[in-house]
């Protein structure tokens, strides 16, 4: 059972500022949440297999081959800066 006192303390948690009505709403929210919760928890699931996939999904993969070879040379033509032969980009503080 969830109470105002367990609101006020994730709310402090959180470092948010609650109304009292706030306070009631999410009361009576979160212990409408951990009631379904505990349905849901009621539910037999022996004979389910777990998944990651609710729809039945395979990854298609590609053999990974060099197609086309960019010389150095030709993609250091688009660098906006370039410093020893390496893109030059600005300095992250």
């Given at each position: 059972?969830?109470?105002?006192?367990?609101?006020?303390?994730?709310?402090?948690?959180?470092?948010?500022?609650?109304?009292?009505?706030?306070?009631?709403?999410?009361?009576?929210?979160?212990?409408?949440?951990?009631?379904?919760?505990?349905?849901?928890?009621?539910?037999?699931?022996?004979?389910?297999?777990?998944?990651?996939?609710?729809?039945?999904?395979?990854n298609v993969m590609r053999e990974d081959k060099v197609v086309q070879e960019i010389s150095k040379?030709?993609?250091?033509?688009?660098?906006?800066?370039?410093?020893?032969?390496?893109?030059?980009?600005?300095?992250?503080?």
């Open positions: 059972m969830i109470t105002i006192k367990d609101v006020e303390h994730v709310a402090k948690l959180a470092r948010l500022e609650l109304t009292e009505d706030e306070k009631e709403l999410y009361t009576k929210q979160l212990g409408d949440v951990l009631k379904y919760v505990d349905q849901m928890n009621e539910v037999d699931t022996s004979n389910i297999k777990p998944m990651t996939q609710v729809i039945d999904f395979c040379e030709a993609l250091m033509s688009n660098a906006p800066e370039e410093e020893n032969g390496f893109f030059k980009v600005p300095k992250i503080n």
